[in-house]
């Protein structure tokens, strides 16, 4: 026996559940359908498991996308201020870890079930472990092949997100249902994940496994200052996430070990200068460790040895152009990463549906208003810092409200 519905949404997770709540309370009649076994499982896993539910200070800047003008119509919609007015009319708990950046003080089930519960309100209930098998699509409705049986729908919203992290249930299944109807799909690849490194400088390194410190990283014309993580298998942390999604294969980073002489506007050589006249008969190194952590200070020593950046014993020694190679070295220190994790552990996925062929309104496609595309599917990706949450509310509410 066919079903009918105002709207069908493939897709539990954020955005699908964000739009369905807001369909829902319209009085659609909306059914909502997910192959996985729970909804919202990225939600869940999200922020180290509090869940960075939005940004304060998201601009369209903080998004990477072919198309930057096509997010500011949504986020302006639905900004981050409209979703704290959620969490808090659902009394749930939050802290604001760096500026602007709000995430759950007890856990991101707190998320998953608010969105739950606005759905449930709203009259929808996430059918789970159905797939879809076939899409049509007639002049105004769209009929659906799937393992529920047949549903005759108004409207066809797709939310099927990215490809990060198959194992939460991660299909390419939007890409292919775009270019079935002929939209152009961006080639797609991690972002937001660690960097591996290659075997000669992994070595190095692993005796720092474990270690964080502050950094500035540069790729493409993009800085960032925040802490890197060294871990047994490369680099990680804040600074290295967000750098991955301007890096391509092959690309150099730059990184600098002293971020704050720069940041402070203090010239790093003119340190080093002052350093070989006030402690002539002290070594650099010591100096290192007092501004770094001891066990990094002695590798990057190491480091810049193999470089060919040797300074004598005694400060007094070195000559001005040993010292401005330090301090070269020590704020541009580049090298090549082997590659990255992958989609196996990327928090995002870069690239996918080109949104010059989707309403930047209703998140129709252009010509075919009965599909639409809505949350990370789309080529629109977040930095890291609760902007791709933001985006998948923003696009969800936006392509809802004009249902
Ligand atoms: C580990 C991790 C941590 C993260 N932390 C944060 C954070 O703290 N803050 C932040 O802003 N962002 C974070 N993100 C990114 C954020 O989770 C995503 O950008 C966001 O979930 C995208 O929402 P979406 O609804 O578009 O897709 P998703 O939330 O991925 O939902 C897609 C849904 O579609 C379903 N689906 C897929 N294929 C099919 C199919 N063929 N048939 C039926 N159903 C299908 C999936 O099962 C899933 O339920 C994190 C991501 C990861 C992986």
């Known amino acids: 026996m066919s079903k009918t519905a105002d709207v069908v949404i493939i897709g539990a997770g954020a955005a699908g559940l964000m739009c369905a709540a807001t369909a829902g309370y319209q009085g659609k009649s909306v059914l909502l359908l997910d192959h996985s076994d729970k909804p919202a499982k990225k939600v869940l896993m999200s922020g180290g498991g509090r869940c960075n539910f939005t940004n304060l200070n998201t601009t369209p800047a903080n998004f990477l996308s072919a198309n930057p003008h096509f997010c500011i119509s949504a986020l302006k919609r639905y900004t981050p201020h409209d979703f704290l007015e959620l969490v808090e009319r659902h009394g749930i708990d939050y802290v604001e870890k760096a500026p602007g950046q709000l995430f759950c003080a007890n856990s991101s089930k707190d998320i998953q079930q608010l969105l739950l519960t606005e759905a449930d309100w709203a009259g929808v209930k996430p059918q789970m472990k159905t797939s879809v098998q076939k899409v049509n699509t007639t002049a105004d409705s769209v009929q659906l092949t799937t393992s529920l049986g047949k549903i005759d729908a108004g409207a066809l919203v797709v939310a099927t997100g990215g490809l990060s992290i198959p194992t939460l249930g991660a299909t390419g299944w939007g890409y292919d249902l775009a270019k079935e109807f002929g939209l152009e799909v961006f080639p797609t690849r991690a972002g937001l994940v660690p960097f591996t490194l290659h075997p000669e400088l992994k070595a190095q390194l692993a ?197």
Not at 225 to 235: K, Q, S
Not at 332 to 338: E, G, L, R
Not at 376 to 383: F, H, I, M, S
């Open 207 to 403: 005796p720092l496994s474990g270690l964080s410190c502050d950094v500035s990283v540069s790729c493409n014309g993009q800085t960032f200052t925040e802490p890197m993580l060294i871990t047994h298998r490369g680099l990680s942390g804040p600074a290295m996430l967000q750098i991955s999604s301007y890096w391509q294969a092959g690309d150099e980073l730059s990184l600098n070990w002293l971020p704050h002489y720069a940041l402070q506007k203090n010239s790093l050589v003119e340190a080093l200068l002052q350093l070989r006249q006030n402690h002539p008969r002290a070594h650099f190194s010591s100096w290192l460790a007092e501004q770094l952590p001891k066990r990094l200070a002695s590798v990057l020593i190491s480091l810049f040895e193999t470089q060919g950046i040797k300074l004598p014993e005694r400060n007094a020694d070195a000559s001005n152009n040993q010292l401005e190679a330090l301090a070269y070295a020590l704020e541009n220190w580049t090298f090549k990463p082997a590659g990255t994790e992958g989609y196996r552990t990327a928090e995002v996925t870069l690239g996918g549906i080109n949104t010059q062929q989707i309403s930047s309104q209703s998140f129709a496609v252009k010509g075919l208003e009965q599909i639409r595309f809505i949350g990370e599917v789309l080529d629109v990706t977040g930095q890291l810092g609760g902007y791709n949450f933001q985006w998948a509310w923003a696009s969800a509410v936006a392509c809802a409200r004009s249902l």
